[in-house]
């Protein structure tokens, strides 16, 4: 039975193609059958027409190169180098002086075909080891194949730095510091006068300031001045306007004794 597998990350997809075992099934499921045999397989990286493709061997090459370089960059630590099955070749170095990987791949040599070169960047990479970690958890899909992970031995582990120099700095600091606080312990202490407070010849005099008292009984003074002005100015103006007519009786009386 021909069966077709796909494992995908944003930008990769590694594409398996081969044959199932139809006895066996994957939790009841008649539609998952287990892949125990491939006869094709493609890697493909988006935008790039490039794509890597072989059979079971460059599978399982790309597997385990991918794995132990993605562990290098991680860690640090040089891995050993796994000598790839004869044929379908694969490898993966950093480019200097830049952030881009380089994968080569080599195919068989009886293709005679030139190897493949493809730079990727470092999201490609780590999508490429999505899609490669995809494939080997699948447990229907080559359960015998699956990453070898061993223990490093000591002679691969990184060289510790000594620890005189590890403390060195700490140390040229610590001596800096008390050599600086000892040399100002022995500076002079300045000598500090007290501000003169000018006393002037012909001080200000004094602003008396009125007490309550004193300012209310202004203040009702200055308010009966100002009702009595307001009273005179009433009294002249009803004087105008009242007229007082002259006597008529002593007018005749004048004027009979005229006569």
């Known amino acids: 039975m021909n069966i077709r597998r796909e494992y995908r990350s944003p930008n990769c997809t590694l594409v398996l193609e081969g044959f199932g075992d139809t006895n066996s099934t994957f939790q009841g499921l008649t539609s998952s059958y287990l892949l125990s ?16 493709q072989g059979g079971r061997v460059f599978l399982e090459n790309l597997a385990q190169t991918v794995s132990n370089y993605a562990q290098q960059l991680l860690s640090g630590i040089i891995q050993p180098q796994v000598d ?19 994968l080569t791949y080599y195919s068989a040599p009886e293709v005679q075909e030139n190897p493949i070169v493809v730079e990727l960047t470092t999201v490609q990479l780590f999508d490429l080891v999505e899609a490669v970690d995809q494939f ?36 040229i600091g610590t001596a800096s510091l008390a050599i600086t606080a000892f040399a100002v312990y022995f500076l002079p202490i300045p000598n500090t006068k007290k501000p003169e ?17 004193e300012a209310k009984k202004e203040l009702d003074l200055s308010l009966d001045y100002w009702e009595y002005l307001h009273l005179t100015k009433q009294r002249v103006k009803l004087k105008k306007t009242i ?17």
């Open 37 to 52: 045999i491939v006869v094709n397989a493609e890697c493909h990286f988006l935008g790039m027409t490039n794509k890597l």
């Open 84 to 102: 790839s099955k004869e044929g379908e070749r694969i490898t993966l170095e950093k480019i200097p002086n830049s952030h881009l990987h380089r």
């Open 136 to 171: 080997l958890s699948d447990s229907q899909t080559l359960p015998e194949l699956s990453p070898k992970i061993e223990p490093l031995g000591r002679n691969y582990r990184q060289k510790e730095e000594p620890t005189l120099q590890k403390v060195g700095s700490a140390l």
């Open 197 to 213: 407070v000018k006393t002037q010849d012909n001080p200000a005099p004094l602003i008396k300031t009125k007490s309550q008292k």
């Open 243 to 259: 007229h007082i007519p002259k006597r008529q009786n002593s007018h005749h009386q004048d004027h009979a004794s005229n006569r």
